[in-house]
C-alpha cells in the first residue's frame, strides 16, 4: 500500500477507532502515549478531556513514518480488550508487512523439547505400515466399555450415589502461570509487577480440544488437596467413553499412586497394554495405530505429588518404542516429546510439588479451584435432594461460618454433608457441627460405625470405638506405615482380611485391582482419599504405644506450599500436621482415651509435646505459607493461649500463594486472639471475596497491603465493601494493582469510612487525573490521616495542580511530593483541624510558622503553567519549602517567578535545581533581592538554584541603644526589620560585561551581606571592577571571588583597596586566586545597631591575609610587603604551600620588623632552602617577642609572635640535611636564645658526626625542658657520645635513645628552679628525725642527692662487647644516675659482666630494668649477687622469654640464696621483679647470711633469708615445681606474702602445699587464684590455714570449689582475726548449700574491708545471712557482689544490709535483677556513701524511676569517679536527668550506659554536658538507637572532651551519612586510644573521613569498624594512612564488604588490618 493509501485509511477508521479506545482503560492509553517524545506527550497532557486527548494522539502519529505506525497498530492489538476483529483487520492491512508482530521466545524454550514431525529419535528406522481402522475402532470400544463399567463399580458402596456430572467443578485456564510460577522463587518483585491475563474460567473438555500443531502438548492441572483432581480425571475418561471428545481416539489414565508399585523397567508399549487396558487381539497392530497417530492419543498421570521419583529432563538417552526403561523415564519422554511426540499429555499435581515440574516445557496450566458460596450451596442442594430435611440441612451448613469455610474444599464439603447427613437422619434436628476439621473427620469416623450398627444416643460414640477399637488402631498403624514408607496402595496380603471387608464396607478402603511388573493381578485396597490416611495416621501417632515422645517430636512438622527444585521429594503429608495438631485439643482426649487404653493424663501429656512444638513454631521466623499452616494447627487446637502467641506478631506477609476462604478463616482465629495491632502484607496472593468477608471479624487488622495485578476493578469493588466494616484500619495499600479511576473511586469512597486511617497507598496503578481527585477528596474527611502514596500512576500536570490544590482546602497537609509520574506523595500533621475554615480563628503568623513543603520536579512547565502555579502557592497559608527542581524552567519562566514572588508566603526557601537558566537568568534570579523583601537570599552554583526567605516575620518593635548602657534610654520605635541577605553566583558564566548590571541589583539590596561570584570569568579586569566597588559596599561581611582566572596583578589591585576598606578582617588567596579568593569584612550596619557602636577605622579588629599555594617572586614580595605594611593591625600572615626563594624570604624578614601586631607567620610547605631557614632564624631567634619557631622544607612550619615579651620559646629544625658547618652555625645562632623551652633537630641526616658536633654545644644552651634528635641516623658511636654528654652537663636528666625502626634520641633537663625543688625535697626526704644523729649510710645519700638525679634509657642498640665496655666506662661517671635500662639490645655473652661492676659502684642507682637483652641466668645470679650492698633501696626488673617454669623457680632460689639484701620477688609470665633493700645482721638465735658464708657456722646459726614476699603469677608453675618451691620458701622466715595465682596446680602440687602452709606462721597474703587441684585436696588445703592467725588477704578466686572445701574454709574464716580483705569470685561447682556454708564463715569477720563474692550462688537463706554479716562490716571499703541474687525480694534484703557501710569506696551489684525497687532502697544509703569512686549496677532491670533517683542520689558523692549503668532500660527521659547532674561530678572517668533504649533525644541532652565532666576518660553508649541527630550533637561534643581515652558506639544504628560527624568529630579528640564503631551501617565514606582524621589522632590505639559496609575502596583509604600513624595496634574490619583476596593481600602489607572474627 501506497503512503497516500495509508493516510487515507488511517482517517476513514479514525471516529471508530477513537470510539473503541474510549472504552479501554487508561492504561491503554498509556502505552500509546508512549511512543510521543517528551514535547508531544507535554502537549496532550494538556487536554483534559479524553476523546479529545485521543484524536489528538492519532492526529500525531498520523504525521508519522509507517515504521512508527507499525508500532503503534502492534500496541492497539496486543493491549486492546474491544477491538473488533474487522478493525484490527484493517488496521494491520493498512500497516503492510512490516508491522508483523515478532514472537518473543522465552530464554527458557533454549532446552527444547519438540522435534519436527518428520524427524525420528527412535533407533529402528524401519517403515511400519499403517494399521488397520476396524482393529484399533474394536480396541476402542473395548478400551470405553471397561471405562463405563469402571464408573459404575464406583458409584456403588454404602455412599450415597452422586454422578459426577453433577458435581460442580470450577477449571480455571492461566497461559501466564508458567512465567510466573518460575519467577515466584527467583524474584518476587518481577512476579508482582508482571502485568499477566487475567484468568478465565473454561470447561474440563476444553483443554482437550485439538490442537493445531503437530507436536506434543503437555497440560498442568493444579490443585489442591480435596478439590477433585482425581475425581476430574475419572470424569474426563468417563464422558470420552459416552463419546465427548471424538477428536481423541484412544485416552489412557494411570495414577502415580500405582505406578510407584512397579520398579521393573518397562517399554512403552507394557505399560498402555499391561496396566491400563490390554488389546484382546492383534496387539502389534494396535500399538502400530498409536505410535503413527499420536495426535489422537491422550494420556493422564494422575497425582503427580504421589510419585516417589522426580523428573529428569537433563538426560541424553536415545529413547525407542520397544526399550524397557524405568517408570521415571518413560514419563520424562513422554512429558519432553521423545516418545509418542503430538500426542496430549495431561499431568495433575498439588501447587506445592509444581516446581518439580518444569513449567517452561508446559503449554498449558490450569488449577482446580474449590467451591465458592454459590457452588456449595448447589452441592448440599443435589446431596439432600431427596432427604425430607433438606432445607433444615442447607441452613445449617450455611449459617455456620466455621463448617462454611471448610466446605469450599469439595472433599471437605461432602464429608460435612455425610455428618449433617447422618446427625439429622437420628432426629437430632438442633445438632452443631464441629468447628475443626478433626472433628469433622471423628464425627465420620462416629457417623460410618454408627449407621453400620444402626445404634444412637450420647454414650453411643465411646461404645463404637470400644467396640471397633482393635480395627480402628490396626487400620491407623497402616496408615502411618504407609506415610512413612511413603506409599499409598497396599498389596492385600499386608492387610488383614478383617480390616479390609470392615472398612471398605464402610466406605474407608476402596479395594481394586493392581498388576505388578509381572503383569500377575492382585488385589489393591487404599485409602478413599489420602487426607483420610492422613487423619488415621495422626491417630496412630497420638495414641500408639510404639512410640515414644521423641519419635514424636520427629514425626511433626509444618508443610511449605512451595518446595525447591532442588529438594527431595517428601512424604505426601499435607494434612497430618493438621490432623495431629487437632488431635491435640481438650475436645478430643476422652476418645483418644478409649483408642489408646489408657487414661486421659496419659494421652494429655502426648497432647502437651505437640502444643509446646507449636508454641516453640509460633515463636519462630517463618515464612508466610507456614504461617497459614500454623494458623491452621492452632485452629484446629482450639487453643486460645496458642492462638494468643501466634497473634503476636506485628506484622504477617504472604506472597504468592492462594489465600483459600479456609486459609482466611485460620488466619482470623488467630487474629481475634492477638493482643496487639497487625498488618497483613498479601502480594500476588489469589484471594477470594468470601476470603475477604473475614476481615471485619477481626478487630486487631490495623493494616492492609495488597500488591499484584491480580487486583483490579471487580476486587476493588469488592474490598470496599468491606473496608469500613474493619473497625480500627490504620493502613490501606493497594500497590500494582490493575485499578483505573473506577477502582480507586469506590474503594475512596470506602477510605472516607474509616475514621483511624493514618496512610493510603495506591502506587503503581493506573489512576489518570480523575482518580486522583478522587483521592484528595478522602484528605479533609479523615482527620487521622498522616501519608498518602500516589506513585508511579499516569496523571497529567492538571493532576498534579489538584494535588496541590488539596493544600489550601486541608490545612492539615505538611508536606506535597511529585516527582513526574514516578512519585506523588502526600504527608499530613498529627494536628486536629483540617479544613481553612476551621482555622479563621488562628493568627496568621501562626499559619506562617507552619513548615509546609512542596516538592514537583520533571514535569515541563510553560510561563503560564508557573503563573497558575504561582497562583496556588499563592493560596497556601504556611508555606515554608517549595521546590521546583528538574522541570526543564527556563529564563522565561525563572522572570515570571521572581514577578509573582511579593505574593507568595513562602517562609524558608524556593528550591530551582537542575533547570535551564543561564547567565541572564542568574540576573533576573538576583533581582529578587531589591524586589521581594522576605528573600534573604538567592543561591545559584551550576545547576543548583535556591532563593531563600526570612522565617520568622516581624512580630516585635525595635529597641533602641543610646550610648549609655542605662535601660533607662531604652526606647521603642516603629517595627523596623533587620536582617542579612546574601547573593551567591556561583559558576554561573558570569562576564566582565555584565558585572555593572549586577552591582547595581547589588547597591539596592540593602543588609547584603554576602557576595559569591566564585567560579566565574572575571579575571583581573573583573578583580579590578570589585576593588573600585568595594567602598560603596558598607554592610557586606563575606565576599567570595574564587576560581576568576585571577593572577598576581588582580591580586596587587585588591590590596590597593586595602587603605579605603578599614573593615576588611580576612583576605583568603590560595593558587593565585583560583583555588581561593575571599575577603571577610568585620562590620555592617546590622551589628552597628546591635552593638550600638560603629568601628569607622577598623583598628582593634584582628586582620589575617593568606595567600597560599602561589609562586611568590622577589619583585611580587616586594610590592606585596610595601602594600601590607599599610594593613593597620594585621595579625596573621599566611604564605604556606607558596615557593618562596631566599631572595624572597630575605625581603619578608626586612617587612617583618615593622609588622608590630602580627602574631603568626606560616610558611608551611614552602620548600625554604637550609640557607635561608638559617637566615630567618638568626634573624629572629631573639627577638622578644617570638614564641615559637618551626622551620622545615616541607610540612608545618611557623613563627609565633607574641605582643609583650614572650617567656619561653620553642624551637623545631626539622627535615634539613645539615653539614659540619651548618651544625656549627646553628648552634651558635641557638646559643643566643636564653629562653629555649623545647628543641626539635629531628630528621636532619645528622649521622654521628653531626651528633656529637652538636653535642659539644649542650652545655652551653639554654634548653629547659627537652631536645629531640630522633631520626638522625645514629649508630652505637652516637650514643656513647649522648652518655658522655650526661657526665659534662650537671643540668641533663635523661637519655633515651632507640636505633631500632622508629628511631629516638631525646634528651631532657632539668631547669634550676625545677632542679633547687628537687634538691628540697631531697634534703627533707633524707632528714633524721629531731634527735637522732645521722647514720654514715644516711650521709652519703645526702651527699649524693645534691646533684639532679639522671636516668639512661637504650633500646634496640645491639652494642658489642667492646661499646658494652666504653658503655661502663661512661656510666661509671654518671655519679647521679638513679635508673639505667637496657631493653632489646641482645647482649653478647660475657657482655653483662662488664657492667656489673659499674652497676654495683653506682651507689645512686635505684631502679635496673633489663628486657629481652639475651642474658642468661648465671648471668643474672652474678648481677643479683653484686647489687644492693651498696644500695639504699634497688629495684630490679629482668624480662627474658625462658623466665618460666622450672627456670623461674630455679633463678628466684639462686637469686634469694645469692643476695640477702632482697625483700620482695616476683615473677609474672616472663618477668622477674626484684627488690632489695640494705638490712643489717641480726644477733639474735638467726642470721640472715648467703649461701657462700655457709661453711662451719655455728650450731645456734640457722640460715634463713629475709625475703616478706614471693609471688609466681601466671608463668607456667605445674605440680613437679612446687617441691622445689616448698623447699626455697621453708627457709624464708620473714615471708608475708606467697602468690601462686594462675598456674597449673593439681592435686599433688596442692598436697606440697598443705604441708608447706602451717609453717608459715607470719604469711599475711595469700593468693591461690584459679588452680586445679582436686575438691579433696582443696578441703584439706582449707584446712591447712587454721594455723595461720596473721591472715590479711585470702584470695581463692576460680577455683573448683564444691561444698565441703567451703564448709572447711567457713570452719577456719573465724579464726583469722586480722582478715581484711577476701576473694571468693567465680568458683565453679559450688551450690547454694556451698555459697551458705562460705557465707556464714565469713559472717564473724567483721574486720574486712574488700569483699569479692562474684558469681557465687546463694539462695534465699544465703542471701539473708549474707545481709547479716554485710550489717556488721563497718570498715568494709569495696564489695563485689554481682550476679548473687535472683529475686527483688532477696536484693532488697541485701540492699538493706549496706546502711552502715558508710566508709565504702566501690561496690558493684551487676546482674542482680534488683529493678526499680532495688534501687529505691539502695538510694537511702547512698547519701551516706561520702567516699564512693565506683558503683557497677548493670543488667539489673533499672527503670526510668530507678534511673532517675539513682542520678539524683549520686550527687552527693563528690568523689565518684566510675559509674557502670549498662544493660537497663532508663530512656530518654532518665537519661535527660543523668544529664542534668553530671556536670556536677567533677571526677567522674567512667560512664557506661550501653543497652539503656536511649534515643537520639537522650543522646543530644547527653552530648550537651559530656564536656563538663574535665576528667572524662571512658564513654560507652553501645546499643543505642542514637539516631542522626544524636550522632551528630555528639560528634559536636568530642572536640571539648579533653581526657576522653575510649569511646564505645557499637550498634547505635547509625548510617553512613551520619556516622561522617562522628568520625570528624574523633579528629579533634587528640587524647582518644581506643574506638568501637562496629556493627553499624558505616561505608566508604566514613572510612576515607577517617583516615583523613587518623594521623592527627596522635593516641590512637585500637579503633574497631566490624561488621560494617566498608568496600575495598574504603579500606585501601585506611591502610594508606595507617603508615603515618605509629601508635595504631589494630584497626577491626571483619564482616566487611571485602573479598577475602583483597582483605588478605592488605593484611599482609600491614598486619595491623585485622579481618578475622579475633585479634590475633
Known amino acids: 500500500m501506497q503512503e497516500m493509501d495509508l493516510t487515507t485509511e488511517l482517517e476513514t477508521v479514525k471516529p471508530e477507532l477513537v470510539d473503541v479506545l474510549c472504552q479501554e482503560s487508561d492504561v491503554v492509553l498509556w502505552q500509546i502515549t508512549g511512543h510521543l517524545n517528551q ?55 493498512a500497516a503492510g508487512e512490516g508491522s508483523s508482530f515478532d514472537d518473543t521466545t522465552d530464554p527458557l524454550q533454549e532446552f527444547s523439547r519438540r522435534r519436527p514431525a518428520g524427524d525420528s529419535l527412535f533407533d529402528d528406522s524401519t517403515t511400519i505400515k499403517r494399521p488397520r481402522t476396524d482393529l484399533s475402532e474394536i480396541y476402542k470400544s473395548s478400551l470405553m466399555s471397561m471405562l463405563l463399567q469402571r464408573h459404575e463399580e464406583m458409584n456403588t458402596g454404602i455412599l450415597k450415589p452422586t454422578s459426577l456430572d453433577h458435581i460442580p467443578i470450577n477449571l480455571m485456564s492461566k497461559n501466564m502461570w508458567k512465567e510466573r510460577m518460575d519467577k515466584t522463587r527467583r524474584n518476587l518483585r518481577g512476579l508482582q509487577s508482571c502485568k499477566s491475563e487475567m484468568a478465565r474460567c473454561v470447561k474440563v473438555l476444553e483443554l482437550l480440544e485439538p490442537s493445531n500443531t503437530s507436536e506434543s502438548r503437555v497440560i498442568v492441572l493444579l490443585g489442591k488437596a480435596g478439590t477433585g483432581k482425581t475425581m476430574l480425571m475419572q470424569h474426563i475418561t468417563y464422558q470420552w467413553a459416552k463419546g465427548a471428545l471424538p477428536d481423541l481416539s484412544l485416552i489412557y489414565l494411570f495414577e502415580f499412586r500405582q505406578l510407584n508399585l512397579i520398579k521393573k523397567k518397562l517399554t512403552l508399549r507394557q505399560l498402555l497394554f499391561n496396566f491400563f487396558h490390554k488389546p484382546e487381539e492383534d496387539e502389534d497392530l494396535v500399538f502400530e495405530f498409536i505410535s503413527t497417530n499420536p495426535q489422537k492419543l491422550c494420556i493422564i498421570f494422575d497425582g503427580y505429588d504421589e510419585f516417589a521419583g522426580k523428573i529428569d529432563l ?214 478413599i482419599h489420602l487426607t483420610m490416611q492422613e487423619f488415621f495416621a495422626a491417630l496412630h501417632l497420638i495414641t500408639s504405644d510404639s512410640i515414644n515422645e521423641t519419635e514424636l517430636r520427629k514425626s511433626f512438622n509444618l508443610k511449605s506450599k512451595w518446595i525447591s527444585k532442588n529438594d527431595r521429594k517428601t512424604v505426601f503429608t499435607d ?291 508557573m503563573e ?33 514572588l511579593p505574593e507568595l508566603q513562602i517562609s524558608k526557601q524556593i528550591i530551582l535545581n537542575n533547570n535551564q537558566v543561564s547567565s541572564t537568568g542568574s540576573c533576573y534570579l538576583s533581582h529578587a533581592l531589591a524586589s521581594c523583601s522576605n528573600v534573604t537570599e538567592v543561591w545559584l552554583q551550576s545547576e543548583n538554584i535556591v532563593i531563600r526567605f526570612l522565617e520568622q516575620p516581624v512580630v516585635e518593635p525595635d529597641v533602641c541603644i543610646s550610648d549609655s548602657t542605662d535601660p533607662v534610654n531604652k526606647h521603642v520605635q516603629e517595627p523596623t526589620l533587620f ?153 596573621e600572615l599566611d604564605f604556606s604551600d607558596s615557593t618562596l626563594s631566599d631572595e624572597s624570604v630575605g625581603r619578608l624578614l626586612n617587612c617583618l620588623s615593622r609588622l608590630s601586631s602580627l602574631n603568626l607567620l606560616n610558611i608551611s610547605n614552602c620548600g625554604i632552602s637550609p640557607e635561608g631557614a638559617l637566615l630567618l632564624l638568626k634573624s629572629i631567634i631573639c627577638w622578644n617577642r617570638v614564641t615559637a619557631i618551626a622551620l622545615r622544607p616541607r610540612g608545618k612550619a611557623f613563627i609565633k609572635f607574641v605582643k609583650m615579651k614572650a617567656a619561653h620559646t620553642t624551637c623545631k629544625f626539622n627535615e634539613y640535611t645539615l653539614d659540619k658547618k651548618m ?10 636564645c636564653l629562653r629555649l623551652t623545647y628543641l626539635d633537630l629531628s630528621s636532619n641526616f645528622l649521622k654521628d658526626e653531626g651528633v656529637a658536633c652538636f653535642l659539644q654545644f649542650v652545655p652551653g644552651l639554654r634548653v629547659m625542658n627537652e631536645i629531640s634528635l630522633n631520626d638522625n641516623q645514629l649508630s652505637q658511636a652516637g650514643v656513647l657520645h649522648l652518655v658522655e654528654t650526661m657526665t659534662t652537663c650537671s643540668r641533663m636528666s635523661e637519655a633515651d635513645v632507640c636505633l631500632g625502626s622508629n628511631e629516638r634520641c631525646l634528651i631532657r633537663f632539668i631547669w634550676e628552679e625545677e632542679k633547687a625543688e628537687t634538691l628540697r625535697l631531697e634534703s627533707e626526704r633524707t632528714a633524721e628525725p629531731q634527735g637522732k644523729s645521722r647514720s654514715p649510710s644516711r650521709r652519703r645519700a645526702s651527699h649524693t642527692s645534691c646533684h639532679a638525679s639522671q636516668s639512661v634509657r637504650l633500646k634496640e642498640c645491639s652494642f658489642t662487647l667492646r661499646n658494652l665496655e666504653l658503655l661502663a666506662s661512661k656510666l661509671q661517671k654518671c655519679l647521679n644516675l638513679t635508673q639505667l635500662e637496657l631493653s632489646f639490645n641482645t647482649i653478647p655473652s660475657g657482655g653483662l659482666q662488664a657492667l656489673v661492676e659499674t652497676l654495683a659502684g653506682l651507689k645512686s642507682l635505684k631502679k635496673l630494668i633489663l628486657r629481652d637483652n639475651g642474658i642468661t641466668a648465671v648471668e643474672i645470679r652474678s648481677l643479683i649477687k653484686e647489687l644492693g650492698i651498696a644500695h639504699e633501696v634497688l629495684n630490679v626488673r629482668i624480662e627474658e622469654p625462658w623466665v618460666h617454669g622450672e627456670d623461674a623457680v630455679m633463678l628466684v632460689s639462686e637469686c634469694i640464696s645469692t643476695n640477702v639484701a632482697i625483700t620482695e620477688i616476683r615473677v609474672e609470665k616472663n618477668t622477674i621483679y626484684i627488690s632489695l633493700g640494705n638490712h643489717s645482721l641480726s644477733s639474735g638465735n638467726s642470721h640472715f647470711m648467703p649461701i657462700s658464708d655457709k661453711e662451719e657456722l655455728p650450731g645456734e646459726f640457722t640460715i634463713k633469708y629475709p625475703v616478706e614476699s614471693i609471688s609466681f603469677i601466671r608463668c607456667g608453675l605445674v605440680d613437679q615445681h612446687i617441691h622445689l618451691l616448698k623447699s626455697l620458701v621453708e627457709q624464708c622466715c620473714e615471708l608475708q606474702g606467697l602468690d601462686l595465682s594462675n598456674n597449673t596446680i593439681e592435686s599433688r602440687g596442692a598436697r606440697i602445699l598443705i604441708e608447706l602452709l602451717p609453717s608459715l606462721e607470719k604469711l599475711r597474703r595469700l593468693s591461690l587464684e584459679s588452680m586445679r587441684a582436686g575438691a579433696t585436696e582443696l578441703v584439706q588445703l582449707a584446712r591447712s590455714l587454721s594455723k595461720l592467725q596473721n591472715i590479711e588477704s585470702l584470695s581463692f578466686s576460680h577455683n573448683k570449689m564444691e561444698d565441703e572445701a567451703t564448709a572447711a574454709l567457713a570452719n577456719i574464716l573465724p579464726l583469722m582475726p586480722k582478715l581484711k580483705q577476701i576473694n571468693f569470685s567465680c568458683c565453679s561447682s559450688l551450690t547454694p548449700v556451698g555459697g551458705l556454708n562460705l557465707i556464714q564463715g565469713l559472717s564473724s569477720c567483721t574486720s574486712l574491708e574488700d569483699v569479692n563474692l562474684d558469681s557465687i550462688p546463694l539462695n534465699s537463706q544465703g542471701i539473708g545471712h549474707l545481709a547479716k554479716g554485710l550489717s556488721a562490716m563497718s570498715l568494709a571499703r569495696r564489695l563485689i557482689l554481682n550476679n548473687i541474687s535472683t529475686s527483688v525480694e532477696d536484693s532488697v534484703q541485701l540492699l538493706d544490709s549496706l546502711k552502715s557501710c558508710t566508709i565504702l569506696e566501690e561496690i558493684s551489684l551487676s546482674n542482680n535483677r534488683i529493678g526499680d525497687i532495688g534501687v529505691l532502697k539502695l538510694v537511702e544509703h547512698i547519701p551516706n556513701w561520702q567516699k564512693l569512686k565506683k558503683i557497677n549496677l548493670s543488667q539489673n532491670s533499672i527503670g526510668k524511676t530507678g534511673g532517675e533517683c539513682l542520678a539524683k542520689t549520686l550527687t552527693n558523692c563528690k568523689f565518684i569517679e566510675e559509674i557502670s549503668l549498662g544493660n537497663n532500660n532508663f530512656g530518654d527521659e532518665a537519661t535527660a536527668t543523668w544529664a542534668d547532674v553530671l556536670s556536677k561530678m567533677s571526677q567522674l572517668r567512667v560512664l557506661s550506659l550501653q543497652s539503656n533504649k536511649i534515643s537520639s533525644e537522650g543522646c543530644i541532652r547527653l552530648a550537651e554536658v559530656l564536656p563538663l565532666c574535665p576528667h572524662l576518660e571512658e564513654v560507652s553508649l553501645s546499643e543505642n538507637e542514637l539516631g542522626s541527630q544524636g550522632a551528630l550533637k555528639l560528634s559536636q561534643a568530642l572536640s571539648l572532651m579533653k581526657s576522653l581515652k575510649r569511646l564505645d558506639l557499637k550498634l547505635i544504628n547509625i548510617e553512613n551519612k551520619d556516622s561522617v560527624h562522628l568520625a570528624a568529630g574523633l579528629g579533634h579528640c587528640l587524647t582518644i586510644e581506643e574506638v568501637n564503631l562496629s556493627w553499624n551501617g558505616i561505608g566508604d565514606e566514613v572510612a576515607e573521613k577517617l583516615a583523613e582524621v587518623l594521623p592527627r589522632m596522635k593516641n590512637l590505639k585500637k579503633l574497631d569498624l566490624e561488621c560494617n559496609k566498608i568496600t575495598e575502596m574504603g579500606t585501601t583509604k585506611l591502610a594508606e594512612v595507617l603508615k603515618n600513624c605509629s601508635t595504631i595496634k589494630v584497626i577491626r574490619l571483619w564482616k566487611n564488604q571485602m573479598s577475602n583476596e583483597m582483605a588478605k593481600a592488605l593484611q599482609n602489607k600491614d598486619p595491623r588490618l585485622n579481618f578475622s572474627s579475633v585479634i590475633v
Not at 47 to 54: D, F, G, W
Not at 349 to 377: I, M, S, T, W, Y
Request: glycine share 4%; with cysteine; charged share 25%.
Open 314 to 527: 537433563l538426560g541424553t538417552h536415545t529413547y525407542s518404542m520397544e526399550k524397557p526403561v524405568s517408570v521415571i523415564e518413560l514419563f520424562s519422554a513422554l512429558y519432553t516429546g521423545k516418545l509418542l511426540n503430538g500426542c496430549t499429555l495431561l499431568v495433575t499435581c498439588r501447587p506445592k510439588d509444581v516446581l518439580d515440574l518444569p513449567l517452561h516445557a508446559v503449554d498449558q496450566v490450569g488449577e482446580v479451584l474449590g467451591f465458592d458460596h454459590r457452588q456449595v450451596e448447589e452441592f448440599a442442594r443435589n446431596f439432600f435432594n431427596d432427604c425430607s430435611y433438606k432445607e433444615q440441612a442447607l441452613r445449617h451448613l450455611m449459617e455456620d461460618p466455621n463448617i462454611l469455610n471448610m466446605c469450599y474444599v469439595p472433599a471437605l464439603c461432602f464429608v460435612c454433608c455425610m455428618c449433617l447427613d447422618h446427625s439429622l437422619s437420628q432426629g437430632c434436628g438442633k445438632s452443631q457441627l464441629p468447628n475443626t476439621m478433626t472433628q469433622v473427620y471423628i464425627k465420620m469416623l462416629l457417623a460410618f460405625l454408627s449407621k453400620k450398627q444402626a445404634i444412637s444416643g450420647p454414650k453411643c460414640s465411646k461404645t463404637l470405638l470400644q467396640k471397633y477399637r482393635q480395627e480402628i488402631n490396626e487400620l491407623s498403624e497402616l496408615a502411618m506405615r504407609g506415610l512413612d514408607q511413603s506409599n499409598i496402595v497396599f498389596y492385600a496380603h499386608d492387610v488383614s482380611n478383617s480390616v479390609i471387608k470392615f472398612f471398605s464396607e464402610n466406605a474407608f478402603l476402596s479395594v481394586f485391582e493392581v498388576k505388578n511388573e509381572d503383569r500377575v493381578k492382585n488385589v489393591g485396597c487404599a485409602f
Open 1223 to 1232: 651544625i656549627e652555625k646553628l648552634s651558635r645562632i641557638l646559643k643566643q
Open 868 to 900: 497558575n502555579l504561582c497562583k496556588i502557592l499563592g493560596r497556601c497559608p504556611g508555606l515554608s519549602e517549595v521546590d521546583l527542581s528538574s522541570n526543564e524552567l527556563n529564563d522565561e519562566e525563572c522572570k515570571t517567578l521572581v514577578e509573582m
Open 979 to 1131: 536582617f542579612t541577605k546574601k547573593l551567591r553566583l556561583i559558576n554561573c558564566q558570569i562576564q566582565v560585561t555584565q558585572l555593572s548590571e549586577l552591582f547595581e541589583t547589588v547597591k539596592q539590596c540593602f543588609h547584603l551581606e554576602e557576595l559569591d561570584l566564585s567560579q566565574n570569568a572575571l579575571g583581573d579586569r573583573g578583580l579590578k571592577i570589585v576593588a573600585q566597588v568595594l567602598p560603596e559596599l558598607q554592610d557586606v561581611v563575606h565576599i567570595n571571588l574564587s576560581g576568576n582566572s585571577v593572577t598576581i596583578a588582580g591580586i596587587l589591585y585588591l590590596t590597593d583597596s586595602f587603605k579605603k576598606c578599614k573593615h576588611i578582617h580576612e583576605v583568603n588567596i590560595s593558587s593565585g586566586g583560583e583555588k581561593n579568593l575571599m575577603m571577610t569584612f568585620n562590620t555592617s550596619k546590622r551589628r552597628n545597631v546591635d552593638t550600638g557602636k560603629r568601628q569607622e577605622n577598623g583598628l582593634g579588629c584582628t586582620k589575617v591575609f593568606r595567600l597560599k599555594e602561589t609562586d611568590i617572586k622577589q619583585d611580587d614580595m616586594d610590592k606585596l610587603c610595601k602594600r601590607l605594611v599599610c594593613f593597620d593591625g594585621l595579625s
Open 39 to 93: 514535547d508531544e506527550q507535554a502537549r496532550v497532557n494538556r487536554v483534559v478531556e479524553k476523546r479529545s486527548r485521543l484524536s489528538l494522539i492519532l492526529d500525531i502519529i498520523a504525521q508519522k513514518d509507517r515504521r512508527a505506525w507499525s508500532c503503534v497498530i502492534q500496541t492497539l492489538c496486543m493491549a486492546c480488550q474491544f477491538l473488533p476483529m474487522q478493525l484490527e483487520t484493517r488496521l494491520m492491512s
Open 575 to 865: 494434612m497430618f500436621h493438621i490432623f495431629v495438631s487437632g488431635l491435640s485439643s481438650k475436645e478430643c482426649t476422652s476418645l483418644l482415651s478409649t483408642l489408646a487404653r489408657h487414661n486421659e493424663s496419659w494421652v494429655e501429656k502426648r497432647q502437651r509435646v505437640i502444643l509446646h512444638m507449636l508454641t516453640k513454631l509460633g515463636t519462630s521466623n517463618l515464612s508466610g505459607p507456614k504461617i497459614i499452616e500454623l494458623c491452621h494447627c492452632a485452629h484446629e487446637t482450639q487453643d486460645p493461649q496458642l492462638a494468643e502467641l501466634i497473634g503476636a506478631h506485628q506484622k504477617y506477609e504472604f506472597r504468592n500463594f492462594r489465600l483459600t476462604p479456609v486459609d482466611m478463616n485460620a488466619l482470623v482465629y488467630i487474629l481475634k486472639h492477638s493482643r496487639r495491632d497487625v498488618c497483613l502484607d498479601i502480594a500476588g496472593c489469589s484471594i477470594e471475596v468470601e476470603g475477604l468477608d473475614v476481615l471485619p471479624r477481626c478487630s486487631a487488622i490495623q493494616g492492609l497491603v495488597f500488591r499484584s495485578r491480580k487486583y483490579n476493578n471487580t476486587f476493588a469493588e469488592a474490598l470496599a465493601a468491606v473496608l469500613p466494616k474493619i473497625e480500627f484500619l490504620q493502613i490501606f495499600e493497594f500497590v500494582g494493582g490493575n485499578i483505573n479511576d473506577t477502582g480507586v473511586a469506590n474503594l475512596a469512597r470506602a477510605l472516607q469510612d474509616c475514621p483511624h486511617l493514618k496512610e493510603i497507598n495506591f502506587n503503581d496503578n493506573s489512576l489518570t487525573d480523575q482518580g486522583i481527585a478522587e483521592v484528595t477528596n478522602v484528605f479533609h474527611k479523615v482527620t487521622s490521616l498522616r501519608k498518602v502514596n500516589l506513585n508511579n500512576n499516569i496523571a497529567s500536570l492538571d493532576g498534579v495542580f489538584t494535588l496541590i490544590n488539596s493544600m489550601c482546602l486541608c490545612n492539615s497537609i505538611e508536606e506535597i511530593k511529585i516527582d513526574g509520574n514516578r512519585r506523588a506523595e502526600v504527608y499530613f500533621s498529627n494536628r486536629a483541624g483540617h479544613l481553612m475554615k476551621s482555622a479563621v480563628n488562628t493568627s496568621s503568623a501562626s499559619c506562617n510558622r507552619r513548615n509546609r513543603k512542596i516538592r514537583i520536579s520533571s514535569w515541563r512547565m510553560t510561563p503560564r503553567d
